[in-house]
């Protein structure tokens, strides 16, 4: 079907609803890849904290070990 034969059977409104399928395909396109690349942004970032997280109380659990050893030969 052709532009000029489109028009005459369903007129400028169905025209008009095609351009708005076709402008919300492509935003609703844009939306789900920028989705995705902020969930990958969120995996990421959770990774790093948790990696961070890990490395402090492997820290900490050296630090407290350490103590208690300096503790028990300081009568």
Excluded: C
């Amino acid at each position: 079907m052709d532009a000029e034969s489109f028009i005459e059977t369903y007129g400028l409104p169905g025209a008009v609803i095609i351009a708005l399928v076709y402008a919300v395909a492509k935003l609703w396109t844009a939306y789900t890849a920028s989705n995705e690349g902020r969930l990958q942004d969120q995996r990421e970032h959770a990774r790093e904290t948790r990696e961070l997280a890990q490395a402090s109380n492997a820290s900490l659990d050296a630090l407290t070990r350490m103590l208690e050893r300096e503790g028990r030969r300081d009568p």
